[in-house]
């Protein structure tokens, strides 16, 4: 038997107290199951873990555990150095090609998109909406921030937004860009 620390979230707990009550009280098991929305042979699973383990048999196996498929830390801190210095200005799709193809991490762009948006990296392809949403997050923590380092390291990031990844020059004149259809008559 192992003993695990008995820390519920507030859906163990609710099931917890319903399940005590009903074993205190010898309460009424139609009623407890439908509160918990679930059958009566659960509840009567519920009881008997109750009485074998208490409080412990309602939390989950895997509670406080990371699971197996999660990125560590070392690989999230490679995915924004090889961004920041190797691959900078790659769209995040590309970005993965490429970590597949040269580093061997395979990582797919919407786990590159998470990571590089915690450090407000935004993709060459980013919309102006994004665009506004994070700057007004960076404008929150410049307001809130406590030190002079802080606020000068937030505003670093903000015209970073700003300026992210232009497309191209705008033309001085108008008509000065020249487009041509390659589209067969």
Same mark, same amino acid.
């Given at each position: 038997?192992?003993? =695990? @620390? ?6 163990? &707990?609710? #099931?917890? !107290? *319903? ?45 406080? =555990? @990371? ?6 830390? &070392?690989? #999230?801190? !490679? *995915? ?56 007004? #997050? ?48």
């Amino acid at each position: 038997m192992t003993i =695990r @620390k008995v820390d519920l979230n507030m859906n163990e &707990e609710e #099931k917890y !107290l *319903v399940i005590k009550k009903l074993v205190d009280t010898d309460g009424n098991k139609n009623r407890s199951a439908i509160n918990l929305n679930c059958s009566i042979r659960h509840v009567n699973r519920m009881i008997q873990g109750y009485l074998k383990e208490g409080k412990s048999f309602f939390v989950h196996g895997n509670k406080g =555990r @990371k699971p197996s498929h999660s990125l560590t830390q &070392e690989t #999230k801190q !490679l *995915v924004l150095d090889l961004y920041r210095t190797k691959y900078w200005g790659a769209n995040f799709t590309h970005y993965s090609e490429l970590l597949l193809k040269f580093e061997g991490i395979k990582i797919s762009p919407s786990t590159i998109n998470s990571i590089l948006m915690q450090e407000y990296m935004l993709s060459p392809k980013a919309r102006r909406a994004t665009k506004k949403r994070i700057k007004k #997050k960076l404008q929150e923590q410049k307001e809130s921030a406590t030190s002079k380092k802080e606020i000068a390291k937030i505003s670093e990031r903000i015209v970073d937004i700003q300026d992210a990844h232009p497309r191209r020059p705008r033309c001085a004149y108008t008509g000065e860009m020249i487009q041509m259809d390659a589209s067969c008559p």
